[in-house]
């Protein structure tokens, strides 16, 4: 982490409790998809019930395990979630799934997962050893 004064590393906890907060948001969003009827989808809905699980996971190791792995993790979570919605919407879906881009939980999942990967993003070069801790 970054910053003498401490304002690089308030920055970097900040962006990673934020980073917490939208991955676990996510985590609800689709644990609330799995109970309001995901749960009976072949394929799909154990993935949703397993992406809420991990989603839960992650947002605590990001507070707790100050490595950038729980990092990698947040941004490849938010982005691999967000693909898998857009391949839905698609004609074809995904695993005999068509979604659509319309109810709160979807737009809540959609934006807290490109918000994952943006924070992440942002948190990974916040962390980043300066050039003189380098040397």
Known sequence: MTGRDGGGVRTAWGLR???????????????????????????????FLLQ?????????????????????????????????????????GLFGVHSRWSGGPEWVSAITEAASVLLGLLALRAERPSASHRA
């Open 52 to 92: 809420g699980a991990a989603g839960l996971v992650l947002a605590v190791l990001l507070v707790v395990w100050r490595r950038p792995w729980p990092l990698l993790g947040a941004v490849g979570f938010g982005a691999a979630t967000l693909l898998a919605f857009v391949v839905a919407t698609l004609p074809a």
């Open 17 to 47: 409790v934020g980073l917490a907060a939208v991955v676990a948001v996510s985590a609800v969003a689709h644990l609330q998809l799995w109970s309001d009827g995901m749960r009976n989808v072949a394929v799909v809905g154990p993935l």
